[in-house]
């Protein structure tokens, strides 16, 4: 079988550039791409965080990551905007991008037969492909994929702003660019792309509705058949309690075979270094996030009165919405003795949390993929999570009776729900055998891009094979 070429496009990827997960997930793919035989390649603009000398490196065994320059549009503090909000010109900076992927091909000579497109800042390449370089007998077999990563944002543009994109007004329609009078660079996307896919099969049936389809779900509909839910995975070098020298002291699934002492470890380090009481008896939460509606943190801060009032700890790491910095801010001055309350980015304290807090909690209203549970579950925390898009594909409700399940979830967006998902974790805490057997059984999960990056190579192949 012919050998796979792969482009992923992303407008940001790690260790380079990142403000979220999509700059995880397109530094890790390739890496499994690579694993499984494709010969793969990313590009991305370089920005001032870009500290490589030219405009190529590699990363794993040898994946060429292109850079495009371009000083005025690119060398900035901030990736998307600043303080003030969105740069005025992204329109120009992301249309540039992506006009200068395809140029960088033909200047690198590497025909791909799939450009593997990420998110709205990538939107326009399907578009190009399809008209302005339509005849370039370059790209004459090349296809391209779109991967919505979150499908709220869209790259939504004012009308007036259409001529930069270098493509005739005949195009500015109900069917190609125009929403609401605006130009938006996703649902261009979504109609031009060979394929179209999510970050989790769930994901992928929901924003087929109303309430999640953030105004896109006929757009989708009319594609259904080119829509695909392929899980992320998450970097398991990366994420190693074995070897993360972030963490007090390292464990794995075999040094807890026996007993968690060594988990413990680390429970009793973090206590002492946020100045928690020493105390294995009781469960430490913890939430690890972006302080937002989306993360559902208006959820937490409703039963926070319940939550603390029982006997147990509440580690916050996380910054967000003002609003939010109010409450928990009030919070933590209010409940001294068992709450930790850090209103910062922090990696290294979120690596230590991973790795010595009891549950985690992800209550989102909405979460195509999320790594956080994934992640938690790699390091022996127990997910308590809302049942949407990646979570629960992910995260599946602890049954004491068969053993079956790896977590704690509810499913009605609701505070009660929650708090009833925190009792029953809560409550197994107390029974330690049964607590240990399922800290064990969620290390034993496989969330590794290998699973996944044999998805993608499936979807690649029957984008190709298609007329």
């Known amino acids: 079988m012919e050998k796979l070429k792969i482009l992923i496009a992303s407008s940001e990827v790690a260790p380079f550039a990142k403000t979220g997960g999509l700059a995880d ?32 490196t590699t990363i794993g065994k040898n994946i ?22 969105d740069y005025s010109d992204n329109l120009d900076r992301f249309a540039y991008f992506c006009r200068e992927v395809l140029e960088r091909c033909k200047h690198e000579g590497f025909e791909p037969n799939i450009i593997h497109c990420n998110d709205w800042h990538t939107a326009l390449i399907p578009v190009y492909l399809n008209t302005m370089y339509r005849d370039d007998p370059f790209f004459l077999g090349t296809r391209s994929m779109l991967t919505i990563h979150n499908l709220a944002y869209q790259g939504l543009f004012p009308k007036e702003e259409y001529p930069k994109i270098g493509l005739g007004w005949e195009m500015f329609n109900i069917d190609n660019f125009e929403f609401y009078d605006k130009v938006n660079l996703m649902k261009a996307g979504i109609v031009y792309a060979d394929a179209v896919s999510t970050v ?18 006929g ?32 464990y794995s699934l075999q040094t807890l075979a026996e007993n968690l002492e060594d988990r413990f470890a680390n429970k009793d380090a973090l206590q002492k270094e946020l100045k928690l009481k020493p105390d294995r008896s009781l469960p430490m939460i913890a939430m690890v996030s972006r302080l937002a509606d989306q993360k559902g943190a208006d959820l937490v801060a409703e039963i926070i009165d319940n939550l603390l009032n029982m006997k147990l700890q509440f580690v916050l790491l996380g ?15 209010k409940y001294v003795f068992n709450t930790s309350i850090n209103l910062r980015f922090d990696a290294t304290l979120a690596d230590k949390i991973y790795a ?5 909690l992800i209550p989102s ?34 049954d004491a009776a068969t053993g079956e399940g790896n977590g704690f979830t509810f499913v009605e967006y609701r505070s009660k729900e929650l708090l009833g998902s925190v009792k029953r974790a809560v409550a197994l805490y107390q029974d330690k055998d049964a607590w240990a ?30 007329e």
């Open 25 to 56: 997930v397109c530094g890790s793919l390739p890496l499994a791409l690579e694993e499984l035989g494709v010969d793969v390649r990313v590009i991305m603009p370089k920005y001032a965080t870009v500290k490589v000398q030219g405009d190529e």
């Open 64 to 85: 060429k990551v292109y850079f495009v320059k371009n000083d005025y549009y690119f060398k900035r503090q901030e990736l998307y905007g600043d303080k003030f909000g």
């Open 200 to 217: 989790s099969p769930s994901y992928s049936k929901e924003i087929l509705t109303k309430e999640f389809g953030c105004g896109l779900e």
């Open 219 to 250: 757009v989708l509909a009319n594609r259904a058949e080119d829509l695909h839910g392929v899980l992320n995975g998450i970097d398991e070098v990366v994420w190693d309690p074995m070897i993360d020298k972030k963490i007090y002291k390292n």
């Open 319 to 333: 910054t967000g919405d003002n609003k939010y910095h109010i409450i928990f801010d009030r919070i933590a001055k």
């Open 356 to 360: 010595a807090c009891d549950m985690f």
């Open 365 to 398: 209203r909405y979460e195509p993929c999320g790594l956080g549970q994934m992640i938690a579950l790699r390091y022996g925390s127990i997910p308590v999570v809302r049942q949407t898009g990646g979570l629960k594909d992910t995260v599946k409700e602890y």
């Open 437 to 466: 057997n399922l800290v064990r059984k969620a290390m034993s999960q496989d969330f590794s891009w290998k699973n996944s990056g044999a998805e993608y190579i499936k979807l690649y192949r029957a984008i190709i094979g298609k």
